[in-house]
C-alpha cells in the first residue's frame, strides 16, 4: 500500500487547512489511516484516526473540536479538516496506515503502523 498525502499549507491562526491521505494498491481499502505530526524538536504524536471501515473515529485532546477526520471509502481517501488552527498546531503531518486498525489503542502507536506516508508541512502563522 502506498500512502500519499497533501494539502498542507501555511495559513494564519484561526485559518483552516484540509489535508488528504490517499492509499493506493491492491488491498488499500482495508487499511485504517491515522495521522500524526511531529514539530521541530519534540516527539511525533498522534492526531487523528479512522477505522478501515471509515466507522469509527479517534481524535488527540489537542484537537478536538477542531479537527475532523473522515473518509471516501470508493476513492480510498481519508481527510483531514483542520478548522481554528493555532500556532503550536504547526508540525509536519504525516498519514499511517494499520491493516485491518479498528482499535483506539493501535490508532495512537506509531509503531503499530504498517505503512507510513511522506509527510506535509503545516505552518500556522500568530
Known amino acids: 500500500v502506498q500512502l500519499q498525502a497533501s494539502g498542507g499549507g501555511l495559513v494564519q491562526a484561526g485559518g483552516s487547512l484540509r489535508l488528504s491521505c490517499a492509499a493506493s494498491?491492491?488491498?488499500?481499502?482495508?487499511?485504517?489511516r491515522n495521522w500524526f505530526r511531529q514539530a521541530p524538536g519534540k516527539e511525533r504524536e498522534f492526531v487523528a484516526g479512522i477505522t478501515w471501515s471509515f466507522s469509527e473515529t479517534f481524535y488527540a485532546n489537542a484537537v478536538k473540536g477542531r479537527f475532523t477526520i473522515d473518509g471516501d471509502k470508493a476513492g480510498n481517501t481519508a481527510y483531514l479538516q483542520m478548522n481554528n488552527l493555532h500556532p503550536e498546531d504547526t508540525a509536519v503531518y504525516y498519514c499511517a496506515a494499520k491493516e485491518y486498525g479498528v482499535y483506539y489503542y493501535e490508532a495512537v502507536d506509531g509503531d503499530a503502523m504498517d505503512f507510513w506516508g511522506e509527510g506535509t508541512q503545516v505552518t500556522v502563522s500568530s
Open positions: 494498491g491492491p488491498d488499500a481499502r482495508f487499511y485504517s
